[in-house]
């Protein structure tokens, strides 16, 4: 699986909006992100030029990056999870107030109380 930063980056995308992007589109982005296919691989396996597979990640990435400016799915995940993650350092070093950090990290994860 590729890991570095900008890839991870749109295996996030892909997560959260995948199901916007057409089937075909999807699964280019899911043979590369995920499976970490090669574009060489891509186009062997769909029958298309590699250059065709290039086109289809840069107009999926456009759209993928669109669709985040627009809905900031993934960016508020993120800070989501960061806030969980200070909220359990919280807790940790003030074992008092541990019941009320959990109650507010479950309002924060859209759990009920």
Known sequence: M??????????????AYGGLLTDH???I???YYMYDLSLTEIAEQKGV???SVSDMLAKSRMLLDGYEQKL???QAAQREEAAAEKLSELSEKHPALAEEIAAI???LK???L
């Open 2 to 15: 590729r890991t570095d930063g900008k890839n991870l980056e749109y295996q996030q995308l892909l997560d």
């Open 25 to 27: 589109q999807r699964d």
């Open 110 to 112: 859209g759990e009920s």
């Open 29 to 31: 982005c899911e043979l």
């Open 49 to 51: 030029s590699k250059q």
């Open 72 to 74: 900031h799915i993934v």
């Open 105 to 107: 990290a479950a309002l």
